[in-house]
DNA sequence: TATTGTTATACTCTATAACTATA
DNA sequence: TATAGTTATAGAGTATAACAATA
């Protein structure tokens, strides 16, 4: 289980402090204003966003679970939450009975309509504000990069059915 | 309230994204590594961490709060977990008898010692794996900006106590 | 009066397991 | 049997406001 601890350089370990910082802060100001604004968790904000984005204002309760990185039963409450404001709808899928299809809603596209420019705003405040036009374009290329690594190499025992 | 919507660039947007992607997966990497070796929630490691950083394991609560980022309630709940655990001793201050001084006692170093090992390897993996060593400079310049940049602008609203 | 910290409380969120139904 | 989703439940975490004690 501990064959040989490995280190982080200073460089490193100052990043992921700072990284842990940036990310600390900047989702915590993000929250207020999604709540502020709309009254929308920041869950609930990624799942109407994601919903406005694709093809029809639909997804699968699935694919959208994938995408925001839930367990089926946070996404259900979530999107609950979500119906019962009038801002989704769900209906099963007509190709697989056993699928529901979460829909955004008009009144939902106004609530994203209402907080995105403050969302974007904030974000730009906080992260994009003292950066230059390269440091910008770094921290995507290497962020994006990360990313992909994340996806590439899913958490090991997180999502393990039944295993010990 | 809404002058003129500001815009996040194509670059932008994709920094945007890959952050709170990376930041996502990340967090919860890190939360079951810490859960899985030493019963810790992430804000409990955090408080251990600065602890066994300061001089003499000991800080004000309230000087606590403020690194964590925390409200002052949630704080004090954290700490009676670990105080319960033996990880943490409160007393009074000998200079102000309002303050409270948290200290991080052996049994805490020695917990510390048992997560630290998985908690870096972590944050090397899902992290730095995928980076080269000018991708980790850039990122630890950045961010380090970015957390400064944070730090001098706190949030508006967020922690006022009084108000007017 | 202002500051430090705790308590009481109420609420949100999340995950696990059991369950239903479709394939 | 395997998959999609919901429900029931239980627990962790958080914030707000009221409070006590000290400065």
Redesign the pocket.
């Known amino acids: 289980m501990s064959p040989s601890p490995p280190q982080l350089s200073p460089k490193e370990l100052s990043a992921y402090f700072a990284f842990t910082e940036v990310s600390s802060l900047l989702r ?1 100001s993000v929250e207020k204003q999604l709540k502020d604004a709309g009254q929308l ?4 904000f990624q799942l109407l966003a994601r919903l406005g984005d694709a093809p029809g204002g639909s997804q ?4 959208l ?1 994938d995408g925001v ?13 979500l119906e019962q404001r009038g801002l989704v709808t ?1 209906a ?2 007509p ?7 979460a829909t955004i809603t008009d009144d939902g596209r106004g609530v994203l309509a209402t907080v995105f420019p403050g969302h974007i705003a904030t974000v730009k405040d906080l992260l994009f504000d003292s950066l230059t036009a390269d440091d910008i374009e770094g921290l995507e290329r290497v962020l994006t990069q990360v990313s992909a690594h994340l996806r590439a190499n899913p958490p090991r025992s997180a999502g393990s059915r039944k295993k010990s």
């Open positions: 915590h968790s920041y869950v609930q699968r309760m699935t694919d679970a990185v839930y367990s089926r039963s946070g996404l259900t409450y979530q999107v609950q939450l769900r099963p899928s190709e697989d009975e056993r699928s529901t299809i």
